[in-house]
Structures are given as structure tokens and as C-alpha cells.
């Protein structure tokens, strides 16, 4: 049955996190109905049960970004579905596996944190340009200061860097390092690399998009260290990170906070100019009236190979 909603948004990883508490926050608008886009969906729609949706104000589909066939089918489904305008794609879903030693390559050739959190995500967004030119759409990447050395949180070792491209240019011709550089696996780095790659992608879609009104943006919504992406993470970890970040940086948000700060990004006025990079100012512990969402220049320094990187996840996707 279509949805009654003038306008839809998608997001991946809705189930836990940040998603679900942007789809939460998208929900409580009325006017949005949200495609929660995830891998499980038992975990979603026990989500969905505990926040209240009503029914008819929010769709379950199954994708794996992990598996390029699963993100076409999840496309095929979501334009099958009889939705109303996308208004908003968010690119929510990401992966850490701190304590691998060797990168786990999917059944495509590259490694998962790469695919799901880059490669997949970059095939979605392509897929559905045409549902989201036709509506003047939003795509939200999801950032991190950690990805860019210039910043103080990514001058901490190892740092991101995506080098010639070498090892992603090696997996689209068959022969994957698991590395976007090539140089050796460290997973930390692999996923700060997946985070780069996201903030290039965001600066070369709004260039091929912003003329057919498509605002493309990046969102750093705040350090959620108690976000689901740590759990790998050594107890001790788990416990000491939130109350450095609630009580030395002062940069510590909640999920829930987290998800209405992307809610806002993907569809509040405020946030109508596309090429940038949101980010919060101000202590969310004085309060949320205390901050201010700034927008902010792409400032990563390997912003000149966003073409050539666009050029490879093309090749990788099969586009």
C-alpha cells in the first residue's frame, strides 16, 4: 500500500543508534514517511515497536551494504513500493572492527569496512538519483572529524590516508589488499579511509547534482561514545570514552540528540545549502539551546582525488 506521506526518507542503519533515533525524530514530524533500511529486520521493527510508530508511518527493507546485489534489490523494492517524493537518503550505516587483524573481504572482492560503509552506500545514492531529482531530494553522509588529520581528533595515529588509491584501484581489477592505499591492513585506519571516502563522495555528487536541485551534505552530529559502533571495543574503553568526552572534551552527545541533529539536516529549512559539512558548536551538556549548528567547508586535504575516487567506486559498483 503507498504511503500517505508527502514526503519519504530513507535510512540506512535505522535499527540502532543514531538511525533509529533519526527515524524516530523524522517520524514524530508527520509529514515523512521513513524506509528503515537495514540489515536486520526484527531488531527494526522491534525498534518501530517501542517508539510508537504508528502503522503506516514507516517501511521495513532489508539490505546488506555489504552485498552490492542486496543493495539493488532493496532499490528495486523501495521503487516497487509506491513511495511518494525521497526527500531525504541518509547514508547512516557504518562498520568498526578495531581488533581484526586482516580485513574481511565480502563476497564482491573488498573489504567490509570500505563496502558498507563507502561502496554501498555510493551505489544506493546512484541508484536512487532519479527518485531523489525528481523530489529535489537531500543526501546526508554521516562524518567524523577523525577522518581528517588536519583536525585535532584525526591527528591521532593511525591517521586517514587514501594514498594513490593504489589498493582500491588493485580490488576493482580483481586483486583486493583490503587497503583503499594498498600499504598494509590497520583497521582503525581502514575505517577512518571509509569516512574520507564519504566526505570526497559528498563533494563530487553535489557537484554532478546541485543543478538538478539535489543537496548533498555531510553531518558530524556530535561524538556519540556510547554508540553500538564500539561495541568491539574493550570494556574498559566503553566505559572510560563517554565520561572523557562528557567531562574533559565537553563534545559528548546523546543518540537521541545525535538523531534529531541528522533528522534536522535531512530535512530542516536551515539546512538547504548543499557542499558543505554540519557541525555542532558548543557543550550539548549546557543544554541544546547552548549550541549552534555551523556550516562548514570540506577542508580534507585529499579533497583533489574526490574525481578519481568517484571514477573507482564507479568501476567497483558496476556502474
Known sequence: MAASQPYTSIITGASSSVGMFAAKALVARGDTHVVMAVRDTAKAAKVAAEFGFAEGTYTILPVDL??????RSFVSAY???????????VCNAAVWYPRDKEPRLTGDGFDETLQVNHLGHFLLVNLL????????????????????????????????????LAGLEAAVAGTSSGTVDGGK?????AYKD??????????????????????????????????ELFRQKRGWFRWFFPLFQKYVTKQYVSEEEAGRR??????????GDGGGYWMWKGSYLEGA????????????REGAKADRLWELSAKAVGL
Not at 185 to 189: A, I, S
Not at 202 to 217: F, N, P, W, Y
Not at 262 to 271: C, E, K, Y
Open 289 to 300: 539551546d547552548k549550541t549552534t549548528p555551523t556550516r562548514v567547508p570540506s577542508t580534507e
Open 262 to 271: 541528522v533528522a534536522d539536516v535531512a530535512g530542516g529549512a536551515a539546512f
Open 79 to 89: 521503487q516497487a513500493g509506491g513511495f511518494r517524493g525521497l526527500s531525504s537518503l
Open 194 to 227: 571509509s569516512k574520507v571516502c564519504n566526505v570526497l563522495t559528498m563533494t563530487a555528487l553535489h557537484e554532478r547534482a546541485a543543478k538538478d536541485g539535489v543537496i548533498v551534505s555531510a553531518v558530524y552530529p556530535g561524538c556519540i561514545a556510547d554508540s
Open 66 to 71: 555489504a552485498s552490492l546485489d542486496s543493495v
Open 129 to 164: 538519483m532519479g527518485d531523489l531529482k525528481r523530489a529535489c531530494g537531500r543526501v546526508v553522509f554521516l562524518a567524523t572529524p577523525t577522518h581528517n588529520p588536519d583536525t585535532i581528533a584525526g591527528k591521532v595515529p593511525p591517521q586517514a590516508n587514501l594514498g594513490d
Open 185 to 189: 591492513f590497520e583497521p582503525t585506519k
